[in-house]
């Protein structure tokens, strides 16, 4: 899913590539094999078996989008305009202004989806957020709409676990919602201060949300899932002067939080309770001297304490990289790459002109 703007509305994540081949600089003995697929060499979508399902990684690049098939090494591809989101049963197109929707099976099979909105897939939940922000819907593969909330005020952050789909919106409102659409967790915002909410992240086990409100100071509030209910644990003020929304992920063992504000990388345990800037040194400044001339976007949890970070220059848009941080310490620099994700032991990267694979990598 394509992850390449910053706006008021969390995007999507992901695609993945490595350090260990020709354009990478990882231990060998971390990876079993390594191997580039290219897009020159990929076959038409519309020969892929509709019942595929396992080891295949769904990916966006620039212009094409598709299906790595890990199992044979396979690159199955589809060419498309605007931006897209993908999931393992298909994917759907759309503009900057929320309209021109199309839905397609992951075959390439194509219909249109009447809607003004921003479509938004992660953990088999299919979300669409309609064009003015007051409002989601729960679709099937089909487009179907299984269910619809409204809200009083603009929708500002937005993610999902295997089993809930959290909301927080512009006044400092929280929703959680199971499949069904039963509310799990509802915060009302408080009318004596202003809590717009930041971001906001489930963890991959729907057992901690970490929430990111106010201005100055900002806070940090983490949730966790117990009893068939959210209960507050603690909060902790993030005393960082900066507007920019934030995207966020909670590595997969639940041991911190990766979080960026355009320019501002943040690691935050969420055991110890504290946080510390992750300065541009750390990150090896390759594609920038000045810190100011960058901008970060979390692509999210690749396993265990591994957490990829989108990097892109603000000088130039077509330069970005993408980093693998493990603990929030840089691991691996994939230069050029667009995009990240990872099943159980593989991580691929996502260039212009194909998919790198992995496979067998451990932190």
């Not at 989806?113 to 921003?118: G, I, N, T």
């Not at 619809?148 to 952050?157: D, L």
Request: net charge negative.
């Amino acid at each position: 899913m394509r992850r390449r703007y910053y706006g008021l509305i969390l995007g999507i994540a992901a695609i993945v590539f490595s350090l260990f081949s020709v354009r990478s600089t990882l231990p060998e003995k971390e990876i079993t094999s390594i191997d580039f697929l290219a897009f020159s060499e990929a076959l038409n979508l519309s020969i892929i078996p509709m019942n595929k399902s396992d080891k295949i990684l769904p990916f966006v690049g620039d212009s094409l989008l598709g299906y790595a098939d890990l199992a044979e090494n396979k690159l199955y591809v589809h060419p498309f305009k605007g931006r897209a989101a993908i999931d393992k049963a298909g994917w759907i197109t759309y503009d900057r202004l929320a309209t021109n929707l199309q839905l397609y099976e992951k075959n390439g099979r194509e219909q249109p989806l009447q809607a003004y909105a921003y479509p938004w897939f992660k953990a088999s939940w299919r979300v669409l957020l309609r064009a003015d922000q007051m409002g989601i819907a729960l679709i099937d593969k089909t487009g179907f709409i299984l269910w619809e909330k409204e809200f009083q005020m603009p929708v500002t952050a937005i993610d999902a676990s295997s089993s809930f789909l959290a909301i927080g919106t512009l006044d400092g409102s929280i929703s959680v919602f199971d499949r069904n659409g039963w509310a799990i967790l509802s915060i009302q915002a408080s009318l004596q201060e202003s809590q717009t909410i930041y971001g906001l992240a489930l963890s991959g086990d729907s057992k901690y949300l970490i929430i990111l409100r106010g201005i100055s100071p900002k806070k940090i509030e983490t949730y966790r899932f117990e009893d068939n209910s959210f209960a507050k644990l603690f909060e902790s003020s993030l005393m960082v002067n900066t507007t920019f929304q934030a995207t966020m992920a909670i590595a997969q063992d639940n041991s911190h939080a990766i979080m960026s504000f355009g320019d501002l990388l943040i690691y935050y345990n969420i055991k110890n309770k504290y946080y510390r800037i992750l300065e541009a040194e750390m990150l090896g400044g390759d594609l920038s001297e000045n810190q100011t001339d960058v901008r970060y976007f979390v692509l999210g949890s690749l396993g265990d304490s591994l957490v990829a970070i989108l990097r892109s220059s603000l000088e130039d848009i077509a330069s970005s990289d993408v980093l693998i941080l493990n603990h929030g310490l840089l691991v691996h620099t994939a230069h050029g790459a667009l995009g990240a994700i990872g099943e159980e032991e593989v991580i691929g990267f996502v260039y212009k002109d194909g998919v790198e694979l992995l496979k067998g990598w451990q932190p």
